[in-house]
């Protein structure tokens, strides 16, 4: 399996913009979460999905991030407009429930590095 | 309220030296623990993982962890490091509260390796 797979793995875009994240899950993974780092506030949960239904978006940081998954096999998450505080490193994870939401693995994609000028 | 301490922000070890990265946390409930690596430009993987059981817990690439109760600690180990080993570590737990599920993650330990 090729594992999760995340475009761009890079972006740079201006303030305002709207910036558009994917991620491809491992197939047969049935949560997919996507996650934020950044130097200042470390690594933070977003928002998660199950069988492609958002469970908790407490995570999102403001309205203009937004976040879907319209089928097992992609989701998006979405910033408009972007702004310079939004710069980091947004990962991708997927796992499978072999036996609790707290004990299967995650697996992560290699991030999309997002810079906001 | 729930938290994750890694005290070290950057580690410096020499190749073949024993190693261990600290994580301490704070949780009300029984902790589900984790610790991750992170190459350069990588995403995180899982080393190894703690829910019950033994509280010595053996990973992958040759790490360990020992979960102590009583002092809210879950410290990494490995006994010989590879300049491969070279990374950033993450301590984690999960947990479910009132607001679902949550995965709080270290603000990581940077480990450098000298020849």
């Known amino acids: 399996d090729a594992g999760v797979i995340q475009s761009p793995r890079h972006e740079v875009t201006e303030m305002g913009q709207e910036v558009t994240l994917r991620c491809k899950p491992i197939s047969g993974h049935d949560y997919l979460f996507w996650y934020r780092q950044t130097m200042m506030r470390g690594l933070e949960l977003l928002i998660y999905?199950?069988?492609?239904?958002?469970?908790?978006d407490s995570g999102m940081p403001e309205d203009r991030f937004s976040a879907k998954m319209p089928n097992a096999s992609f989701s998006t998450l979405k910033i408009q407009p972007s702004e310079p505080r939004d710069s980091a490193v947004y990962f991708c994870a997927s796992s499978f429930r072999i036996r609790t939401l707290l004990t299967d693995t995650q697996y992560f994609g290699p991030g999309t590095r997002l810079t906001v000028l | 309220a729930q938290s994750v301490t890694q005290p070290d922000i950057h580690i410096t070890v020499s190749e073949g030296a024993s190693l261990e990265l600290r994580c301490n946390y704070s949780y009300g409930a029984t902790p589900y623990l984790f610790w991750y690596v992170q190459s350069p430009g990588q995403g995180l993987q899982l080393l190894l993982k703690y829910f019950s059981g033994d509280t010595l817990v053996q990973g992958i690439k040759g790490f360990e962890a020992e979960f102590k109760r009583s002092q809210s600690s879950f410290n990494l180990r490995k006994p010989s490091v590879h300049w491969s080993d070279a990374a950033e570590y993450f301590c984690a737990v999960a947990g479910l509260n009132t607001g679902g599920f949550k995965t709080i993650f270290g603000a990581g330990t940077r480990l450098f390796v000298k020849a």
């Open positions: 999905f199950n069988n492609n239904v958002p469970i908790d």
